[in-house]
């Protein structure tokens, strides 16, 4: 059974960072892909980042771009999203999720993820 646990959130001012880590166990990840995800309050789940986890290849959202760098360390099973230049509008629930890589996968959809973690606050003040 697949487990992801993130921790690493906080309080932050403006300009400065944080980095999440998300703890993959349960099965060999070598053919998936891991998200991260973020939810503000009263908004969708949005997409964050992800990265093939055998390829390393990353994809962002526009937003984050030049500000978060997701990545992996493959002996430690865990995903990482370091995050600088924070700004108040990056407040929000952060979610580390998994899938299986299949030729279609649109890695953006949050409803491509089949496994989540319980979410670590983020909050950034002015």
């Known amino acids: 059974q697949v487990q992801l646990v993130e921790s690493g959130g906080g309080l932050v001012q403006a300009g400065g960072s944080l980095r999440l880590s998300c703890v993959a166990s349960g099965r060999t990840f070598s053919n998936y892909a891991m998200g991260w995800f973020r939810q503000a309050p009263g908004k969708e789940r949005e997409f964050v980042a992800a990265?093939?986890?055998?390829?390393?290849?990353?994809y962002y959202t526009d937003s984050v771009k030049g500000r978060f760098t997701i990545s992996r360390d493959y002996g430690k099973n865990t995903v990482y999203l370091q995050m600088n230049s924070l700004k108040p509008e990056d407040t929000a629930v952060y979610y580390c999720?998994?899938?299986?890589?299949?030729?279609?996968?649109?890695?953006?959809?949050?409803?491509?993820?089949?496994?989540w973690g319980q979410g670590t606050q983020v909050t950034v003040s002015s």
């Open positions: 990265i093939r986890w055998s390829s390393d290849r990353t």
């Open positions: 999720a998994a899938t299986p890589l299949i030729p279609t996968r649109i890695l953006s959809d949050k409803n491509e993820y089949v496994n």
